[in-house]
């Protein structure tokens, strides 16, 4: 959804205003969505292993983490500010991009995100959210376990939930600048995405067979998909952005479509071997493919700009190459990294 969304350049229009609206904005809050559930249900495990310190299990959990993210994203931001710097001759990032800082809140002036490693600001929240969640989870851990903890973990990040809503408000109603970089990007606002997750992950450990029933899924899930387009076509498309709720409500709506999403396609079993092959491989490369794909659709578009490359061959590509390249990078960067990793706290590749 991210990449559909990322080709817009490459588009008519009339076409592309739509898809990078609809599908980007989803795409990423489903990618923040299910990083909480899987990082809450890895988690969880500990208030019920109490053979392992709190202390020790919180360091195989930033080690295990930070193994599968940190060097892939440094390997990019490397080769990004080589790529903007020398290719484009354009300024690249900054110190901050080191440390996840380069969009940790909302500006003070109407800028726009920057290009260089356009994507980044997702990473950031990624980020944060694996830093502090877990000392949260883990501080709970240490005076309550087993059903009792989960249930503080729960109330916590519900409260957590409620503070970023006021916050967003807040935001909202003291601002006058581009949405995207006041309320989409910064990344004290965007961790409750993760943290819907982390409810779904504490729901689905009570009640492993947890699901809403067909009725409700046809009434709630519509509903929730209609709220979420009439925001983004309020604050995108018309200029209609003084609706100041409507910055704000967009975001629980769509948080709440994707947890009901993951909820719902994680019962459905896949019995075509070659399609779940297919579904593996491209998850084990979906990291390297997100890291990938701007950076080769700036080129592209640079190609059809000032080189008269034809734009469905450049669309083409844009879906042929990134892929390529996220193959060639999990097999000899990320799987040899993650190897190591393996080695080193003994566990399975995930």
């Given at each position: 959804m991210v990449m559909l969304a990322h080709c817009n350049r490459l588009l008519p229009w009339q076409f592309s205003k739509y898809i990078y609206v609809y599908t980007g904005f989803t795409g990423v809050e489903l990618f923040f969505v299910l990083s909480g559930f899987l990082i809450g249900s890895i988690l969880f495990r500990?208030?019920?292993?109490?053979?392992?310190?709190?202390?020790?299990?919180?360091?195989?959990?930033?080690?295990?983490?930070?193994?599968?993210?940190?060097?892939?994203?440094?390997?990019?931001?490397?080769?990004?500010?080589?790529?903007?710097?020398?290719?484009?001759k354009l300024p690249a990032g900054n110190w901050r991009y080191l440390f996840f800082l380069q969009s940790i809140h909302w500006p003070t002036t109407n800028f726009l995100h920057p290009g260089f490693f356009g994507e980044s600001w997702s990473l950031a929240v990624e980020e944060w959210f694996y830093l502090l969640f877990p000392l949260l989870i883990f501080q709970i851990a240490k005076f309550s376990r087993g059903n009792e903890g989960l249930k503080r973990v729960l109330f916590c990040t519900i409260v957590f939930i409620i503070i970023e809503l006021i916050l967003k408000f807040w935001v909202?109603?003291?601002?006058?600048?581009?949405?995207?970089?006041?309320?989409?990007?910064?990344?004290?606002?965007?961790?409750?995405?993760?943290?819907?997750?982390?409810?779904?992950?504490?729901?689905?450990?009570?009640?492993?067979?947890?699901?809403?029933?067909?009725?409700?899924?046809?009434?709630?899930?519509?509903?929730?998909?209609?709220?979420?387009?009439?925001?983004?076509?309020?604050?995108?498309?018309?200029?209609?952005?003084?609706?100041?709720?409507?910055?704000?409500?967009?975001?629980?709506?769509?948080?709440?479509?994707?947890?009901?999403?993951?909820?719902?396609?994680?019962?459905?079993?896949?019995?075509n071997e070659v399609f779940k092959k297919t579904i593996v491989i491209l998850s084990l490369c979906s990291y390297s493919?997100?890291?990938i794909h701007l950076p080769i659709e700036t080129t592209l578009n640079g190609l059809v700009l000032h080189a008269g490359l034809p734009k469905n061959l450049a669309l083409f590509l844009y879906f042929i190459l990134p892929v390529a390249a996220a193959f060639l990078m999990f097999r000899f960067f990320e799987l040899p990294v993650l190897n190591y990793r393996n080695s080193i706290l003994k566990k399975p590749l995930n």
């Open positions: 500990s208030f019920y292993n109490e053979t392992i310190p709190v202390g020790t299990q919180l360091k195989n959990f930033w080690i295990s983490r930070w193994l599968r993210t940190l060097p892939l994203y440094y390997l990019l931001l490397l080769f990004n500010f080589l790529f903007y710097n020398y290719a484009l909202a109603y003291t601002t006058n600048f581009y949405w995207g970089n006041v309320m989409y990007k910064p990344t004290i606002l965007r961790l409750d995405s993760c943290a819907y997750g982390i409810i779904l992950a504490c729901i689905v450990h009570f009640n492993p067979q947890f699901k809403i029933s067909k009725v409700g899924m046809w009434i709630i899930i519509p509903l929730l998909i209609l709220m979420v387009l009439l925001c983004l076509y309020q604050i995108y498309l018309p200029d209609l952005i003084n609706y100041r709720i409507v910055k704000v409500i967009v975001f629980p709506a769509n948080s709440l479509f994707c947890v009901l999403a993951i909820n719902y396609f994680r019962n459905i079993s896949i019995r493919l997100y890291l």
